[in-house]
């Protein structure tokens, strides 16, 4: 039994528990010992010496307050991964664990009325802030059409695959806009797992879903964020006219990086293909994609994919950081810092997208988009842009 007072006990914890933070693996020692060295830290480097007098103390671990930002530029961890190594998670990638009465609520009635959300399927970090309501208090999610079961393989997303999932559930479309309404979103995110086992990939199934929402609530908006219907563009026309306000459909990654990363039935102009032909057929629609960066793409195949999609008239870009899901996908090859993605939002802005969101925590269905998307919206529909 130690003959520590409770205060001495538990700042020796600290000390024990801010050296294993600071130090990594190899301060993996006893308390005491621990503590011996911190008090005799002769022998350390002067860069440790100051991280431990300027590191947490006692009260930060009480409060559970990290995450300084102020200590971003400062992080010494690899951002490139190397040969055989796995990356560590930078401190501006860690987000708190999901809860509060809106996470609940929406769970809860997504399980009674048997619906996915992609937020789920594909483990996204900012489900506790878009489904617990953030700074505008509003609860958001984004519906997963047609099961939870893909017919492909990327080898980035974690959603389960199958070459014959089950059946589509008739009842979905009418099950989806009654949840919404429930709800009381003024904005909706619909988008679906890739169904090749289909005639038409489901695009049916997305216009009845639009359809149902816009009877229930005409002044709702509507994103779907849709597959590439295997290049079907009669399936691709179907989902544009369907009275949606969004058309969006994700490129993933640089043209250079296709065959690794996503489905060898995908490919960067077939998704540019969609994207056009949404606008053709809807010049009205606002057209949106998503890139994933840290997969080991450059610079300059950033800014020329960007440059590429401009030019096909896509309206409005989003850019976030890759995150490994499980051990059997692809590794990060690089954590890309806050600042990096600041510049190319500053890019994106400057090639004359509408909207740019671009940060690490960002998602093609990120909430954040959907404020500024409601917007530009209402502007389009009174010709304002």
Not at 72 to 82: D, F, I, P, S
Not at 327 to 341: D, G, M, N, W
Request: charged share 30%; net charge positive.
């Amino acid at each position: 039994m130690s003959l520590l007072p409770r205060g001495r006990r538990c700042g020796a914890a600290a000390a024990t528990a801010a050296r294993r933070l600071l130090l990594g693996p190899q301060a993996r020692v006893s308390g005491s010992h621990a503590c011996n060295q911190y008090r005799t830290s002769g022998s350390l480097p002067e860069e440790k010496k100051e991280f431990l007098q300027n590191g947490p103390d006692l009260q930060d671990f009480v409060s559970g307050d990290l995450s300084d930002k102020s200590t971003w530029a400062e992080y010494k961890g690899n951002l490139k991964r190397q040969k055989g190594e796995r990356l560590r998670l930078p401190p501006w990638l860690k987000t708190k664990i999901p809860m509060g009465k809106n996470y609940n609520k929406l769970k809860n009635t997504l399980r009674s009325l048997n619906l996915h959300t992609v937020c789920e399927e594909a483990r996204c970090p900012n489900i506790g802030e878009c489904w617990g309501g953030g700074e505008y208090a509003t609860a958001t999610a984004t519906i997963m059409l047609m099961g939870d079961t893909c017919t492909r393989g990327c080898r980035f997303c974690s959603v389960k695959t199958a070459k014959n999932p089950p059946p589509l559930d008739p009842e979905e479309p009418y099950n989806t806009a009654k949840a919404i309404a429930e709800w009381g979103l003024d904005y909706v995110v619909l988008t679906s797992v890739d169904r090749d086992d289909m005639p038409d990939g489901g695009a049916e199934h997305f216009a009845k879903t639009v359809s149902h929402l816009k009877e229930r609530n005409s002044k709702i908006l509507v994103e779907c964020l849709t597959p590439d219907f295997r290049g079907d563009l009669k399936a691709v026309e179907k989902v544009a006219l369907s009275g949606l306000d969004v058309y969006a459909h994700n490129v993933e990654t640089v043209p250079e990086l296709q065959r690794k990363v996503r489905d060898p039935r995908a490919n960067f102009e077939q998704s540019l293909r969609v994207l056009k032909h949404a606008k053709e057929v809807q010049p009205g629609v606002i057209s949106k994609t998503s890139i994933m960066l840290g997969l080991g793409e450059t610079d300059e195949q950033v800014h020329s994919t960007m440059k590429l999609l401009r030019e096909a008239d896509v309206d409005c870009l989003t850019l976030g950081q890759y995150m490994q899901p499980t051990k059997r996908h692809l590794k990060v090859e690089e954590y890309i810092t806050p600042e990096k993605f600041k510049y190319w939002e500053k890019v994106g802005n400057d090639l004359g997208f509408h909207y740019t969101a671009s940060g690490p925590l960002v998602r093609s269905s990120y909430k954040a988009g959907e404020f500024f998307l409601k917007n530009l919206v209402e502007k389009r529909k009174t010709k304002a842009i």
